[in-house]
């Protein structure tokens, strides 16, 4: 019975596993070659194995750790701001959506709009010259920032960031939140949990994974981000707003150095995969 069933489950995942050694296990391996080897477009075919001489070369640029630093403060700082404005709105006017869920809708639109057309329109809101933002800024208090100079053009990115994804959190979280059992709401309110109780006591620790897997999925997205950050600054003034995909782009396209460029994604991804293995160790250590 056992091996009967063992073969059924086989079968069942063979196309599966098929799809990933295709899709994902082929790339993957072919990076991991181009990443040990001295290669240009003109060798992409018959790449010279060079050793972790491209690993050493990543390593030892200073500009790939700037873009690690930039990377992991994004990352950082837009995930904790997204999911914080997410969740408030989701606790918050919980009320106010159940009476109107078309809002929802409304609060949803920044989700259909693409992360480069984004940065494209910020980047005309917010150009010292002719955006409108400063144009008013300037006309009404008689000065006006650059957003997107050196000094500005972080915390520019971070608004921009959290304006487009807040929603996306706070659509988790009042999911989980109207997933709370009202029994439980109702047992609570009886032995006298009300307001801030019944939030740090009941709705929190019933939250939690849905929680730690918003701010997982948007730390990652932050980590990575490209588009809008491309649009919007480029590499920034003196590579300010230059992030580790940005980098990796840049020295694949850019410059021609191919290995160097595959070394550092496979570094983006050994990172990314390390911080999944320990997100999933603690929720695994939690539900138990």
């Known amino acids: 019975m056992d091996r009967k069933r063992h073969l059924e489950w086989g079968v069942l995942s063979a196309p599966m596993v098929i799809f990933l050694l295709l899709f994902l296990g082929f790339p993957a391996l072919v990076n991991i070659v181009y990443s040990l080897s001295s290669v240009s477009f003109q060798t992409l075919r018959a790449p010279e194995l060079s050793g972790f001489s491209n690993y050493v070369s990543v390593l030892t640029d200073g500009d790939f ?16 701001a997204e999911c914080l404005v997410g969740f408030f709105l989701a606790i918050f006017l919980a009320p106010l959506f159940e009476k109107r869920s078309w809002l929802l809708a409304i609060i949803m639109l920044p989700l259909m709009v693409a992360p480069a057309l984004v940065g494209l329109m910020y980047r005309l809101v917010l150009h010292e010259f002719v955006g409108p933002v400063p144009h008013y800024l300037w006309a009404w ?4 920032p650059a957003f ?17 994804w807040t929603p996306f959190a706070f659509l988790l979280f009042y999911m989980a939140h109207r997933a709370i059992p009202l029994e439980v709401r109702e047992a609570a309110q009886m032995d006298g949990s009300t307001g801030w109780d019944m939030l740090w006591r009941i709705e929190i620790p019933l939250m939690a994974p849905t929680i730690a897997i918003a701010l997982f999925i948007r ?6 981000v490209f588009d809008n950050v491309y649009v919007l600054t480029g590499s920034g003034p003196g590579g300010s707003t230059r992030s ?6 840049e020295a694949f396209f850019r410059q021609g150095e191919i290995g160097p460029a595959v070394a550092a994604s496979v570094l983006l991804f050994i990172a990314s995969f390390g911080v999944l293995f320990f997100i999933n160790q603690g929720l695994a250590r939690r539900a138990r």
């Open 244 to 249: 580790l995909s940005i980098y990796v782009y």
């Open 148 to 164: 997107l100079n050196v000094a500005n053009a972080f915390w520019t990115l971070v608004v921009v960031e959290t304006l487009q």
């Open 65 to 80: 750790w700037r873009a690690i630093w930039f990377s992991l403060r994004f990352g950082v700082i837009t995930a904790l």
């Open 141 to 144: 208090f008689g000065s006006a």
């Open 219 to 224: 730390f990652i997205d932050g980590f990575r």
